[in-house]
């Protein structure tokens, strides 16, 4: 308990030194441009690809499980869509990009601070976890919400694609579904919780990096420990941000 | 000038620096000898700032270190140069941009006088074509060497170096220890550098201070330390058979 308190307050204190306005705008914007790719963009094949199958498999699961013959088929449209936007393609897809880029944030960061290439830093003068953090943090929180528009999109054309090769139901009974009672409101909720899990993911992996110990062995517990603890993070903050947001 | 007043620092309870008191001049290279574990690094790193003391003083001329604002800090940072034990050179960047860091950030030099500059301090450590390598594809030598390029870059008035010939051949070790004398003789750098290797003491050590278990055993010049009566110094100056043998000569 004590531990934990403790590393809060470590936290806290580090983002209060990344929250400040950097040395030379210049080179925070460069350094964004090159996490945005790192980050966001090399996501993009991974992510793609998962949601495509889920999204076919979501419908399949629906279609199977709808026996009841009073139900419209369309249903199964609908329910794809409402599991995707809701849930999927925010939580489920943070939880993948902890593991992908949590990792690797964690690892970066945790290598140079035990070669101390961030003592060296600090010793410039630079301070080292506004360059080295903010920019991961700004890149993550603003382009993450448009990794779950791309999730969003991808796991509904695998489901159209899965109702085109199967015939489980029909592909116009599909469209129907997914127009059917649509509320803009829930992608705008999704890409909020995508902005704070995005928050979430690289200030953690930042943290357990930034104060690795150890030699190599250190750098690969804090990267354990970063996707451990981001997880758990966001599977609260899911529930926290639903309560307030629906 | 550089002077510290009775240091302490401790990790964990355990202490490793007790009671040290240094004082650092202008055009001369201090050194701080001592074993593998005495307490060299921690000492370093708490005269430039990385480590805050649990108890003592820290002056740069008229600055209290200790007990500077962190913008202070940082200002006096900017007049630092530091070579680290392993280089610590950024492996996300060439040699050339690895040089031009800390000018990206102080100064507001266009491209070519940043590589005007990057050269300049390049050539001064005998590097020569690698601007555009990375630091894993060169050795350890030129790695230490692209480091001190790299703490001169802004002309710094102090210089520190941990252990900058460890790991390095002889020769290539009194290479670089010239390296460090000449740059610090020619612009009037306060140099302070940790070691463990007996041939940099008595080339390049203005002022040697030795240190045992965290504290400050024994202070001289070069000169002085063969003839030392301090037994723990002995032991470390003469630690093999051959060193004993010949200094049961002289
Ligand atoms: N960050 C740290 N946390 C805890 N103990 C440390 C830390 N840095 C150094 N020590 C301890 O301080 C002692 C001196 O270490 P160091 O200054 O690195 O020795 P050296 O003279 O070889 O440079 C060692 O016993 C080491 O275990
Ligand atoms: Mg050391």
């Given at each position: 308990m004590k531990k934990s308190l403790q590393l809060i307050g470590e936290y806290y204190l580090l983002m209060r030194q990344v929250f400040?306005?950097?040395?030379?705008g210049r080179i925070f914007w460069k350094q964004y441009a090159v996490e945005s790719q790192k980050l966001i963009l090399d996501s993009i094949p991974i992510i793609g690809i998962i949601s495509l199958f889920i999204g076919a498999v979501i419908v399949i699961q629906t279609a199977n499980n709808m026996?009841?013959?009073?139900?419209?088929?369309?249903y199964v449209g609908y329910m794809a869509r409402e599991c995707l936007v809701l849930e999927f393609c925010s939580t489920m897809i943070a939880l993948v990009l902890a593991g992908k880029i949590g990792s690797n944030i964690a690892s970066e960061i945790g290598s140079m601070r035990i070669t101390e290439q961030i003592d060296a830093m600090d010793m410039m003068g630079v301070n080292s976890a506004n360059y080295l953090i903010l920019p991961k943090i700004a890149a993550s929180v603003t382009l993450s919400p448009f990794l779950m528009l791309i999730s969003f999109f991808l796991g509904l054309i695998g489901g159209a694609a899965i109702v085109i090769f199967?015939?489980?139901?029909?592909y116009s009974q599909y469209i129907d579904g997914l127009q059917f009672?649509?509320?803009?409101f829930y992608i705008y909720y999704s890409m909020i919780k995508m902005a704070v899990f995005g928050f979430l993911i690289t200030s953690v992996a930042a943290f357990f990096g930034y104060y690795a110990t150890g030699g190599s062995l250190g750098v690969g517990r804090s990267s354990t420990k970063a996707i451990v603890v981001s997880s758990v993070l966001i599977l609260i903050f899911d529930l926290v941000l639903t309560e307030l947001i629906l | 000038m550089i002077k510290a007043n009775h240091l302490y620092k401790s990790f964990d309870g355990k202490p490793?620096?007790?009671d040290i008191s240094i004082e650092y001049k202008p055009g001369e290279c201090s050194l701080i000898i001592g074993a593998?574990?005495?307490?060299k690094t921690v000492l370093l790193k708490t005269l430039v700032g990385l480590y805050k003391p649990d108890g003592g003083e820290i002056w740069y001329e008229n600055k209290l270190l200790t007990a500077l604002d962190s913008k202070s800090k940082k200002e006096l940072h900017k007049e630092i140069g530091m070579l680290f034990q392993g280089s610590a050179?950024?492996?996300?960047?060439?040699v050339e941009e690895n040089v031009m860091f800390p000018m990206n950030f102080f100064t507001d030099w266009s491209l070519e006088q940043k590589m005007e500059r990057v050269n300049f301090c390049l050539k001064r450590v005998n590097?020569?074509?690698?601007?555009?390598?990375?630091?894993?594809?060169?050795s350890g030598g030129m790695q230490k060497r692209v480091g001190i390029a790299r703490a001169i870059a802004l002309n710094p008035k102090y210089l520190f170096c941990d252990e900058?010939?460890?790991?390095?051949?002889p020769s290539t070790s009194i290479l670089i220890d010239n390296l460090i004398r000449e740059i610090t003789q020619e612009y009037g750098i306060t140099t302070v550098i940790n070691t463990h290797d007996m041939n940099s003491v008595l080339e390049i050590g203005d002022k040697v201070g030795f240190i045992y278990s965290g504290k400050l055993l024994w202070e001289g010049s070069s000169r002085d330390i063969l003839k030392s009566e301090c037994r723990e110094l002995n032991d470390f100056v003469f630690a093999s058979k051959m060193a004993k043998l010949l200094k049961s000569y002289v």
């Amino acid at each position: 308990m004590k531990k934990s308190l403790q590393l809060i307050g470590e936290y806290y204190l580090l983002m209060r030194q990344v929250f400040q306005k950097p040395d030379k705008g210049r080179i925070f914007w460069k350094q964004y441009a090159v996490e945005s790719q790192k980050l966001i963009l090399d996501s993009i094949p991974i992510i793609g690809i998962i949601s495509l199958f889920i999204g076919a498999v979501i419908v399949i699961q629906t279609a199977n499980n709808m026996g009841n013959p009073f139900i419209p088929k369309m249903y199964v449209g609908y329910m794809a869509r409402e599991c995707l936007v809701l849930e999927f393609c925010s939580t489920m897809i943070a939880l993948v990009l902890a593991g992908k880029i949590g990792s690797n944030i964690a690892s970066e960061i945790g290598s140079m601070r035990i070669t101390e290439q961030i003592d060296a830093m600090d010793m410039m003068g630079v301070n080292s976890a506004n360059y080295l953090i903010l920019p991961k943090i700004a890149a993550s929180v603003t382009l993450s919400p448009f990794l779950m528009l791309i999730s969003f999109f991808l796991g509904l054309i695998g489901g159209a694609a899965i109702v085109i090769f199967t015939g489980i139901i029909t592909y116009s009974q599909y469209i129907d579904g997914l127009q059917f009672a649509f509320k803009v409101f829930y992608i705008y909720y999704s890409m909020i919780k995508m902005a704070v899990f995005g928050f979430l993911i690289t200030s953690v992996a930042a943290f357990f990096g930034y104060y690795a110990t150890g030699g190599s062995l250190g750098v690969g517990r804090s990267s354990t420990k970063a996707i451990v603890v981001s997880s758990v993070l966001i599977l609260i903050f899911d529930l926290v941000l639903t309560e307030l947001i629906l | 000038m550089i002077k510290a007043n009775h240091l302490y620092k401790s990790f964990d309870g355990k202490p490793v620096l007790s009671d040290i008191s240094i004082e650092y001049k202008p055009g001369e290279c201090s050194l701080i000898i001592g074993a593998s574990g005495s307490g060299k690094t921690v000492l370093l790193k708490t005269l430039v700032g990385l480590y805050k003391p649990d108890g003592g003083e820290i002056w740069y001329e008229n600055k209290l270190l200790t007990a500077l604002d962190s913008k202070s800090k940082k200002e006096l940072h900017k007049e630092i140069g530091m070579l680290f034990q392993g280089s610590a050179l950024f492996d996300f960047a060439t040699v050339e941009e690895n040089v031009m860091f800390p000018m990206n950030f102080f100064t507001d030099w266009s491209l070519e006088q940043k590589m005007e500059r990057v050269n300049f301090c390049l050539k001064r450590v005998n590097l020569e074509n690698v601007n555009k390598k990375m630091p894993s594809e060169l050795s350890g030598g030129m790695q230490k060497r692209v480091g001190i390029a790299r703490a001169i870059a802004l002309n710094p008035k102090y210089l520190f170096c941990d252990e900058p010939n460890s790991g390095l051949d002889p020769s290539t070790s009194i290479l670089i220890d010239n390296l460090i004398r000449e740059i610090t003789q020619e612009y009037g750098i306060t140099t302070v550098i940790n070691t463990h290797d007996m041939n940099s003491v008595l080339e390049i050590g203005d002022k040697v201070g030795f240190i045992y278990s965290g504290k400050l055993l024994w202070e001289g010049s070069s000169r002085d330390i063969l003839k030392s009566e301090c037994r723990e110094l002995n032991d470390f100056v003469f630690a093999s058979k051959m060193a004993k043998l010949l200094k049961s000569y002289v």
